[in-house]
């Protein structure tokens, strides 16, 4: 009787294990999954680091090669924004005016 008990605690004891053994299965491979993911990821995101790099290599190097000529055509060709700063220093003046009337009018 006593071994018939023994048997039946590690048919139990075993069973516990197996299904120990299916659930640690069953994380391992998603957690393979959510790797391979994250490795997916990094290559895609070295990619692009790898991308940009090498364009801004290449435009620091078109920056360093310029000629002074080209120095002075890109700044004769740059937008002067001076009437822009104008516009908008008139616009807060007669802004600033507006709410000292309403002030003063009540």
Do not use: C
């Amino acid at each position: 009787m006593q071994m018939q008990e023994q048997i039946k605690e590690k048919r139990m004891s075993l069973k516990k294990l197996e299904e120990e053994v299916s659930k640690l299965r069953k994380d391992n491979k998603i957690l393979r999954a959510e790797n391979k993911e994250l490795t997916t990821h990094n290559k895609f995101l070295l990619d692009r680091l790898e991308t940009w790099a090498e364009r801004n290599f290449q435009e620091r190097q078109k920056w360093m090669n310029m000629t002074i000529d080209e120095v002075i055509a890109i700044n004769k060709n740059k937008p002067d924004y001076a009437k822009e700063k104008e516009l908008a220093k008139a616009w807060d003046e007669q802004s600033e005016r507006v709410s000292k009337m309403k002030v003063a009018n009540g």
